[in-house]
């Protein structure tokens, strides 16, 4: 099946078919087994003159969709899933059809609406106007950027343009409590190493920071420069550092300070410049992802910091054939990518429709009802909260009563199983003080009463 032009003028076959294979797909959401445990895609030859269109279809159909997770519903609660709104899976449609490459401005809108759906985020957050950004695929790519301005800040300190020369001789001691894995993962790529860096005591039962410890081994160092890693949100026990004191800290020590906020700094929507988040404004860079609170589709998360200087010192290299005269900043050359989506779109228009309200009354709703499912799990005799629910995640297990650490775990791990081939819900697995645990998170707009209604049906079935 040859692509022709005249394709254009019949695309109400694929029209409907995409809209009969969308519709049913939402409509089967809430019935949908939640994740599917086991698929399985039989080996099939490449054809030589390709299918019908309609062939095409019901291979879809018999193949794929069955096998598809109901990720984008209410109560697939693993890892920490948002599930687009309609405008925001309605602007991603939109962006394949505009099929625009936003790598240098000058050749349409584009690079303006991602500039302003940055601004209009660092509103939402209310962040100083000095933050500035871009789009990426998720916290590991934001991370990753976060990592490259930090080497370059390290390596200008000591005379040497990491850039351009590498890190060899850079003399840098990185300081961490939890880093995302994500973080780790950074470290690594942009040469500083996974494991080089010095961790910071945590304050009792929690994976928050302790400052007094941060600010003994800054005092410490002997190294030309200094970067802390904080987090706003840890991923398993939803802990914030003091960033206001750890921001303090650093100043006065001379340190970059980079915050992992992939999904924490949602809190501040609700909670204001006063609440957990506060002093994050005085961070070096922010890594955040859209995909999660903000409910916009995979993948999209956001890096900013307040020295765009250092961010476009690590990544521009020019070429003269992408020369042009525009003045606004070429997001190729603030990124690893020279090809980039227009992802901005459903961000944009999300925030245009639904506005600051709406993104609040659904992350204060999911922490509701954390709270409400948390508050049962704590009261039942089946079931143990191992840690207090502080905003959107929980931490649980089955009751340990007389078991060994050994049997607790293989109990939980059995549990989990349990749970998540049921269907109705799908949870995620977790380790807290070396304990096997199960953690749900929510963070899907769609997520009701209701659902937590049939969690606890689930919970009380298959104990």
Known sequence: MYPHNSDWQNMQVYFDAFTEISQQFFDRLDDETVAKLKVDLKPQALSDSGLDFSEVVERLKQQVIPQLSAARGPRYWGFVTGGATPIATFADWLVATFDQNVHKAGDSVASLIELQAIEWLCELFELPKTFQGL????????????????????????????????VYGLDVDIFSTTP??????????????????????????????DVNDLAFCLSQSTAKAKIVIASAGTVTTTDFDDLAAVASICQKFGAWLHVDAAFGLFERVVMGTEGKTKGIEKAHSITLDCHKWLNVPYDCGVFLTQHRDLLEQSFDLPAPYLANESTTPDFMSLGVENSRRFRALPVWLSLLAYGKQSVKDWVESNINLAKQLADWIDDSDDYELVHPCQMNVILFRPTAKGLSQSQMDQKTKALLKKINTDGRLFLSPGIWQGQEIIRIALSNWQTQQQDIEVAIQVLKDCI
Not at 141 to 161: D, P, T
Not at 180 to 202: D, E, N, T, V
């Open 180 to 209: 995302h894995a994500s973080m780790c993962k950074s470290l690594g790529m942009s040469g500083l190493g996974q494991k080089q860096f010095h961790p910071i005591k945590a304050l009792p039962d929690s994976e928050a920071m």
């Open 135 to 166: 789009m990426t695929t998720g916290a590991t790519a934001s991370n990753f950027l976060a990592a490259c301005c930090a080497r370059q800040f390290a390596g200008l300190k000591q005379g040497i343009n990491v850039a351009q020369q590498g």
